[in-house]
Structures are given as structure tokens and as C-alpha cells.
């Protein structure tokens, strides 16, 4: 049981480049959320998905696309990197009726 | 506006002094607060829910206490491997948003 598993772990990117950061979970949880965390911030929600095919904003999805297909996987999508979106980026699962949130280890993205 | 507000920001303690982290918060209609472990390079670790002022949870040297407007994280006797940063998040009142503060960072001296 690998629980929330991040992928890469460290990224730098140039300004304009795209990526996507991989998350994936094998809990069979229904909620997943995305978050940034930034040096005297506390983490900031992006996105969220509360099942398969459904998504919806957080806090700071400006710059940001997410898409779930299945359960497992929920990709964070970046189109044209900018240096505010340097940060630390941690994934996210939680079961429907539980209040416990079970992260990742991180991904630190760096935009030069 | 600030939902969560941890202080202090950091807190350096002599093995075996006992001390506690503060968490205010503002959001109305508490659905729970949340306390969570961070080591350097790792993500967030569950340690307590709380639901309810007067409540209480504790685990090993760690009690969370709960009043109407803030959150005590107590550490009795800490050791070296208690250092880590401590974050105190609450539950949006609907929906899935949770509201995570800024974290207050201990280190235990041996």
C-alpha cells in the first residue's frame, strides 16, 4: 500500500515551458485535492475532485488545469510556466466520511 | 481574510521542556480542526481532529485542546525527534476546502 505517490519529486522548467506533475493513489479514495506550498505561506488550495469526472477550483487555480479520469490518477497541468508558480506542490487523498487528509511527498518545481 | 493563524512562527526547546503552539481562527461554523506533522522534504501527516470546544486528543507527548476561538497543541517532555514543523488547518463550513496556517516550526535540543 503506496498510499499518495508524487511524481517528479524536483523539476526546473523555463518560463513558457508546460508540464504535468503526476499524482496517483491506491486508497480507492474519492476526494483529491492539490496544494502549493510557498516559504511563509501556508498551503493554498488549487484544485479539488470529489469523484471521477468531476473538478472544481480552489483558492488559486489561476495558471493551473487539473482532470480526472479515474479514481487513482489526478495530474495537475502547467501551460506556460511562470516564476510564481515556483512553489512546492503536494497531492492529496481523502475518503468520503473521513476527515483525514493523507498526502504525497512533494513535488519542488522550480521556473527560472 | 486569515483563516488560521499559528504563532509562534518558531519555537526552540531544551529536551524535556515542555511548551505550546497556538492556532487562532476565524472561520464561523467550525467543522473541524486539524492538526498536522511536516519533516523537512515530506508531505503533511495526520495527528488530531477536533470537533468541539472543551474537547481534548492526545498522543504520546502531544495534547490538542480546543476552545471557541483557538487550538492548543501542548508537548510534554519533548525529545529531539519531536522537532518538525506543526500545522493547524480548519474545514471550510461546506464544501471540501481546508484552510491550512502557516505552521509554527519546533526544534528540540538534546
Known amino acids: 500500500n503506496a498510499g499518495v505517490t508524487q511524481t517528479p519529486k524536483f523539476r526546473i522548467l523555463k518560463i513558457g515551458q508546460s508540464m504535468t506533475l503526476q499524482c496517483t493513489q491506491d486508497m480507492n479514495h474519492n476526494y483529491m485535492y492539490w496544494y502549493r506550498q510557498d516559504p511563509g505561506m501556508g498551503l493554498k488550495l488549487i484544485y479539488y475532485?470529489?469523484?471521477?469526472?468531476?473538478?472544481d477550483k480552489g483558492e488559486v487555480p489561476n495558471g493551473y488545469n487539473v482532470s480526472r479520469s479515474t479514481t487513482e490518477d489526478f495530474p495537475l497541468r502547467l501551460e506556460l510556466a511562470a516564476p510564481s508558480q515556483t512553489s512546492v506542490y503536494f497531492c492529496?487523498?481523502?475518503?468520503?466520511?473521513?476527515?483525514?487528509?493523507?498526502f504525497g511527498s512533494g513535488t519542488q518545481l522550480s521556473v527560472l | 481574510e486569515d483563516q488560521v493563524t499559528q504563532s509562534p512562527e518558531a519555537l526552540r526547546l531544551q529536551e524535556g521542556e515542555s511548551s505550546s503552539l497556538n492556532c487562532s481562527y476565524t472561520v464561523s461554523g467550525l467543522r473541524g480542526l486539524f492538526w498536522y506533522r511536516q519533516d523537512p522534504g515530506k508531505g503533511p501527516e495526520f495527528l488530531f481532529t477536533?470537533?468541539?470546544a472543551g474537547e481534548e486528543k492526545e498522543k504520546e507527548r502531544l495534547k490538542a485542546t480546543l476552545t471557541k476561538k483557538e487550538s492548543f497543541l501542548h508537548i510534554t517532555a519533548p525529545k529531539p525527534e519531536d522537532s518538525a514543523t506543526y500545522l493547524c488547518?480548519?474545514?471550510?463550513?461546506?464544501?471540501?476546502?481546508?484552510?491550512f496556517g502557516t505552521g509554527t516550526s519546533l526544534t528540540v535540543i538534546p
Open positions: 492529496a487523498s481523502q475518503d468520503r466520511g473521513s476527515e483525514k487528509l493523507f
Open positions: 488547518a480548519v474545514q471550510a463550513p461546506t464544501g471540501n476546502q481546508f484552510y
Open positions: 477536533l470537533y468541539s
Open positions: 475532485s470529489v469523484g471521477a469526472g468531476i473538478t
